[in-house]
């Protein structure tokens, strides 16, 4: 027992040093001390088994490998923690299996300042310090019978047991990246083949429009961008001031949110059948499948590159489209590609001889680093912004992400201007994935579903449409339906005039017979009664 104390007191400076710092840079709560209590057992259920192996040598490369270990996985709940004020979630960890190297990157090093690089030292010198220090301490412990290893086996399994069956597996990391994994992997999986069934498998679709016009739609996917930050939502400042002069030719919609705050959650269901009362219906259609069908040329243009080894699911819906083209995988990782590039690619498909087409514009939007998603030219507000929480850091990052948002302005004023001079039936819808707290009602720039704003959920989302559409539009528009994005399926198809079986056009915004349903997001939480 004690050689087992021994090795066990070798982890307590890791779990008091990142106690410590938690309730230094916030306060001390329930779940910290849970948090604690599970640190506590984990490493006690790593030391377990130290005593399975004869070999002093396999002794120390199992200690060193799970030390590390051990010392990486409380890195990041702790930092984690003082970012957010939460510990990790599966949200979060899908968030992150659905990320690059260069998301990644990029994301570390915007919420990266002094207390975080302070805190790596520390760890990082009492690491080392304690590995140094234990060469010559495996050769201490003893060879231990069957029986005692038997011993040293309930005991592992005790703890585990334990941990699983209380709460406290809540706050284990491991646990919770395998468990995301298992899941993220499954829903992956279950997306279908969007990439060879072009058609879907819908029923009885039909095109109620009989035109012989030129047909050019564009839905124009923003990224990261809250409504609370557009001028045409009377947003303080002007970042939107090519819109404002044509405001009176937009159907602008004032109460519209995203299912969730992160991308892959929103978009799987913005672009299938997938909602929140049937989360499961993402496998059973894009709504670019259902244009495909409806006799539509599609394209889908991207400046958000493919993610990871694997096809992200945003990537595998996309890939339904007959033609797509994503910007970014020809600059070899380069994050700062900006979306006035996505206009060279849009310009040539507009211009094409295909009559009848549809086209995704899916841009990088206002995501962070937001300095890296405007031109110099559109550096134009330096000035002290509005916000409660007053800081360098809040007054430098609220200033880039509106010069963002002016520049986002220009791309989506171009595109709608190049097809106001095609002689074609046309229309440019504008939403974002998700919004973005922005010193707002929390000392934070950016989105996290585990510690959520109401700015996170709020999307722009508006209409333009050309005189010859407008003339046979049937759509109806009340500027204040409470509007949740997961049935985008629904009014994209009406917008198109596409019917089929799986068409339901009570979901559909457009519709004179829309009905407002609960908003819920994050499962449980009514979004109109909670923010409200």
């Known amino acids: 027992m004690k050689i087992f104390i021994k090795f066990f ?17 916030n306060t001390l709560t329930l779940f910290v001390l849970f948090n604690l209590l599970e640190n506590i057992f984990f490493a006690v259920a790593l030391v ?19 030390y590390i270990f051990y010392s990486v996985c409380l890195f990041l709940e702790t930092i984690y923690y003082y970012l957010f004020e939460t510990f990790f979630s599966p949200s979060a960890i899908f968030v992150a299996l659905d990320s690059n190297a260069d998301e990644s990157k990029e994301f570390l090093s915007f919420y990266v300042d002094t207390p975080v690089i302070i805190f790596s030292i520390i760890l990082i010198a009492i690491v080392i310090l304690v590995l140094i220090k234990s060469k010559k301490d495996y050769e201490s412990i003893p060879i231990f019978s069957k029986s005692n290893k038997l011993k040293m086996v309930f005991l592992f399994l005790g703890i585990i047991i334990f941990i699983r069956q209380s709460t406290l597996i ?51 996917i923003g990224e990261s961008t809250s409504r609370s930050h557009l001028g045409i939502y009377n947003y303080y400042r002007n970042t939107t001031p090519n819109l404002n002069t044509i405001k009176n030719e937009l159907l602008i919609y004032n109460d519209v949110i995203s299912p969730h705050a992160y991308s892959v959650g929103a978009l799987t269901k913005i672009l299938t059948l997938g909602n929140y009362e049937n989360p499961g219906l993402i496998s059973k259609g894009s709504i670019i499948q259902l244009i495909n069908a409806a006799g539509f040329e599609t394209y889908w243009i991207s400046n958000q590159r493919p993610i990871g080894p694997f096809e992200s699911m945003i990537t595998k819906i996309s890939l339904s489209s007959k033609n797509h083209q994503f910007l970014t995988t020809t600059v070899a990782g380069n994050s700062t590609v900006l979306d006035g590039k996505l206009l060279e690619a849009y310009d040539d498909i507009i211009n094409n001889e295909i009559d009848k087409k549809v086209i995704f514009i899916h841009m990088m939007g206002t995501h962070h680093h937001y300095e890296n998603r405007y031109p110099e030219s559109f550096n134009k507000f330096n000035d002290e912004p509005k916000t409660k929480f007053r800081s360098n850091d809040s007054f430098e990052k609220i200033n880039h992400y509106d010069n963002a948002i002016l520049y986002n302005d220009f791309i989506i004023s171009e595109v709608i201007e190049k097809l106001d001079g095609l002689n074609a039936k046309t229309f440019a819808l504008y939403f974002s994935d998700h919004g973005e707290e922005m010193y707002s009602t929390l000392d934070m720039a950016g989105h996290n579903e585990d510690i959520y704003s109401q700015q996170m959920f709020e999307v722009p989302f508006f209409l333009w449409q050309s005189q010859k559409m407008q003339k046979e539009s049937h759509l109806l528009y009340k500027s204040n339906r409470k509007y949740m994005i997961d049935d985008m399926f629904h009014s994209l198809a009406d917008l198109l005039s596409i019917s089929a079986k799986e068409v339901d056009t009570t979901r559909s915004i457009f ?12 499962d449980t939480i009514n979004y109109d009664t909670f923010f409200k």
């Open 9 to 25: 007191l070798k982890y307590v400076p890791l779990i008091v040093f990142a106690f410590l710092f938690e309730i230094f840079f």
């Open 511 to 522: 519709n004179k017979g829309f009905n407002e349903r609960k908003r819920i997001i994050k």
């Open 48 to 66: 377990c088994p130290l005593y399975f192996f004869d070999n002093f040598k396999y002794k120390r490369y199992y200690f060193l490998l799970s």
């Open 170 to 220: 809540r706050f284990n990391l491991p646990y919770l990246i395998l468990k995301s994994g298992i899941e993220y992997y499954k829903e992956s999986e279950n997306l279908g083949d969007y990439k060879n069934n072009k058609l879907g498998d819908f029923t009885n679709v039909l095109r109620e429009s009989n035109s012989k016009e030129k047909e050019v739609y564009v839905i124009i």
